[in-house]
């Protein structure tokens, strides 16, 4: 009885030691929900704090939960967020967490097109830019304007630039967007209903207008076309 006893207690022991020779299990963080960078109220009276409440703090955040947990476990885990959307755009097959990777890519994205005290005009290379491209300011207003309003039902209004410096405005479905065609767009414009509902109900035409004159950072646009053309 006694070997007996001994032996188990030294089997323990040894399987303690393989257990603890074993490599600790890789955590890969989950890809956060941004924070908008500013206050949730900085934007009024153009885009209230409900409307951001509600739009970030409960679609967005939704789109970044349920991208996490269909991503956990499989070869994405651990991926950039860019990489998740264009792997899961999967060469226009979309996998199922296609639309929640890119609709996280597309809301950020959204969120830092816009400041307190925005719009105005652009100005410096891009503003030579976009008269080269549409051939005047208010040109390229009434071009993103009209694809914002004419995107039917959900989507998105972008403005794109290639290398050279060339400009063009796109509208893409649902949670489609530039990237996943290897596209650098430089602003984009939500015209999803909940984007607008609460500020201005089902007036999308007014929302872009507030949008475009009140809200672009264009300092923010400006950056951006510099890293596209660099």
Known sequence: MAFTTTSKIAGRRAGAGVAA?????????AIALKDPP???DA?????????????????HRA???????????TDLDGKSLEQVVVATWNGGAPTPAFNNAAQVWNHTFFWESMKPGGGG??????AAAIDASFGSYDAFVTEFK???????????????????GKLTISKTPNAVNPVVEGKTPILTVDVWEHAYYIDARNR???YLTTFVDKLVDWEAVGKRFAAATA
Not at 21 to 29: F, K, L, S
Not at 43 to 59: F, N, Q, R
Not at 121 to 126: E, I, M, N, V
Not at 146 to 164: C, E, M, N, P, Y
Request: proline share 7%; glycine share 8%; net charge positive.
């Open 21 to 29: 020779r074993r490599p600790a299990a890789v955590v890969r963080a």
């Open 204 to 206: 999308r035409p007014d």
């Open 121 to 126: 005009l652009p100005s410096g290379p891009l």
């Open 63 to 73: 789109y970044v939960d349920n991208m996490n947990k269909q991503i956990a476990g």
């Open 38 to 40: 500013y206050a949730l």
């Open 146 to 164: 009209a694809a914002g309003a004419t995107q039917f039902g959900s989507g998105w209004a972008w403005l794109v630039a290639d290398k050279a």
């Open 43 to 59: 934007l009024e009276p153009h885009m209230c704090k409900e409307t951001l409440e509600v739009h970030w703090g409960k679609h």
